[in-house]
Structure formats: C-alpha cells, structure tokens
C-alpha cells in the first residue's frame, strides 16, 4: 500500500514507519522540520494546519494513518488545535483527494470526556472521523511503552532506585508500540473492517494494577521495588509545582493530574481487535526487559 502518516517523527509513528517499510508498503510521513533520509520513507515538509502540505501528503494513498496528537498543552484551545482542528484539515484532505481509508489514533480518555481537556479533545476527534464519510478505524490504545518511549522512563529510572511513585490505587491497560502499529497497519488494508472502533492492549485480563505494573517495572531490570500510591490532592499539588517551575514545558499539568488520578484506565473486552484481524504478540514482561534493554544501550538509564 501507498500510506499517509502523521506522527511519523514521534515514539509510537517511529516504531510504524519502521514496520510498515519493513512489510514493503511505501510511506509518506508528515514533518514540522527536516529529516535525514529513511529507506521506504518520503518526507512531506508541513503541518497539520498547513492545507497544501496534506494534500501532498494523501496525494495517491490508499490509507491514512493519523497517530499525530496533543498529549499537553497549557489550555483548551492548545488541544484543540492539535487534536480536533488537525483531524478536520487531514479528513477534509483525504476526502479531497479520494482516499476511503482513515485510521484514527485517539486515546482511552476519550472514554472521560468531562474529565480532561485532553480526552474532551479526543473525543470530539473521534466524532469527526464517525461523521465523516470515510471507511474509519478509530483506536483507542492504553498505555504504550516501547524502545524510544520518554513518557514511562522515570518510571523505569525509579523502579531501578527502588521505589515507584504512583497515582491513586487503580488498574491500567498497556501495549507495546510495535503491537500496535502491528494493529495500525492491518486495520490500513483494503480488506479490513470499516467503522470499527477497538481498544487494543497486552492480552492481560482485567490488565494491571499500579502495584502490579511497578513491580513488573523492576523486575525488568533483575531489581526489587515498592510502590507509593500518592494521593490525588498529592499529583494535583505537584502539578502545581511543576508549572510554577517549568511553566510551559511542565510535564506534571492540572489536566494530566486529572488524568493520572483515574482509577480504571483499563481497556473495555467487548471492543479488543477481531482475533481474526489482529492479536498482541509481545508479552508485557518481555516486553518491559526489551524496552530497559534498550534505555541501557542508550545512555538514558
């Protein structure tokens, strides 16, 4: 296939163009700056609010994959533009040039529209890929880990020291991101189901509790850990902290306070992926070894 991607230059759209050059399809991938050069890879200079660079873009493809997204921003107008307005301007550029196939990376917060900024963006991102004519896929991973991954590497950084700060008890889904542009990629094909909306993870019934997951953090990396399950008022203060101290670029923000504090980030087992189409094959401990492998040879841990 001749694909469109967006996020290509991010951890999870890295892990995807990989894959997919690797499976002989030719890609075109969305970029806000200058590239080195990819084997299978053709770099389009723009961005999501940049018309001509995403009819460039879909110019002949015969799917789009849209993982580009906003995780952070200091206020709702900052997700709107990176999650909602981006996924009109790419859906009115595929509809333009005749592409059907859509695939739409969106979030378990979408799920919790009314509690973050972020999942109300998600979720009105969703709507515009349902109402908008095309043969859509809509994804809703959990948490994603993976070799490159910056956003779990305190995690790994204090389960290494031997204590793991959490949120309030509660349960998570995860995948890694070579599972799920595995999913990415078979949803792009001509043949696969239409108007589907999954919720993909490691196979793990009922997922994994913070306990669990910090425990399985360490072990990846032949250490020993607790786990400290800190109070909301606790992770909300914190944010606080950290955008008085980093302001713009805090990593702590009120809304993924909000987020964090959840109790159930778990994925829903009625909307897993059809086996028939697509089924995880990396186990989560295996997975979290390979990924602190990696952190290792890197310098990062």
Not at 75 to 85: C, I, L, S
Not at 241 to 259: F, S
Not at 264 to 289: E, F, I, Y
Request: hydrophobic share 40%; proline share 6%; with cysteine.
């Amino acid at each position: 296939m001749k694909l469109a991607i967006t996020g290509g230059t991010g951890f999870v759209g890295g892990r995807l163009l990989g894959l997919a050059v690797e499976q002989g399809h030719e890609v075109m991938a969305l970029t806000r700056r200058s590239q080195n050069e990819r084997r299978g890879v053709t770099w389009v200079q723009g961005a999501l609010d940049n018309r001509l660079a995403l009819q460039r873009l879909v110019d002949h493809a015969d799917a789009v994959i849209h993982v580009a997204g906003v995780i952070s921003a200091p206020d709702a107008a900052g997700f709107e533009k990176g999650n909602v307005t981006g996924t009109l301007g790419l859906l009115a550029a595929a509809t333009a040039s005749g592409v059907h196939r859509f695939v739409h990376v969106s979030s378990l917060a979408a799920r919790e529209p009314k509690l973050s900024l972020y999942g109300a963006s998600k979720a009105r991102s969703e709507e515009l890929v349902q109402r908008s004519g095309l043969d859509w896929a809509i994804v809703r991973p959990p948490a994603v880990y993976g070799p490159g991954d910056q956003e779990t590497l305190d995690l790994f950084k204090a389960a290494r020291l031997g204590l793991v700060p959490l949120p309030p008890k509660g349960r998570i889904s995860l995948i890694h991101a070579d599972d799920l542009s595995r999913l990415l990629l078979a949803l792009a094909a001509d043949d696969a189901p239409a108007k589907l909306l999954v919720e993909p993870d490691d196979g793990r019934e009922g997922g994994w509790t913070h306990r669990e997951f910090a425990e399985a953090l360490a072990s990846a990396q032949d250490r020993r850990a607790l786990s400290l399950s800190v109070p909301a008022s606790l992770v909300r203060f914190g944010a606080r902290v950290d955008g008085l101290l980093r302001r713009g670029k805090a990593k702590l923000t009120p809304d993924r306070a909000a987020y964090f504090c959840h109790p159930d980030w778990t994925v829903d087992p009625d909307r897993r992926p059809p086996a028939s189409l697509w089924q995880p094959q990396v186990p989560t401990p295996a997975g979290l070894r390979q990924t602190a492998d990696w952190y290792e040879q890197q310098g990062w841990l």
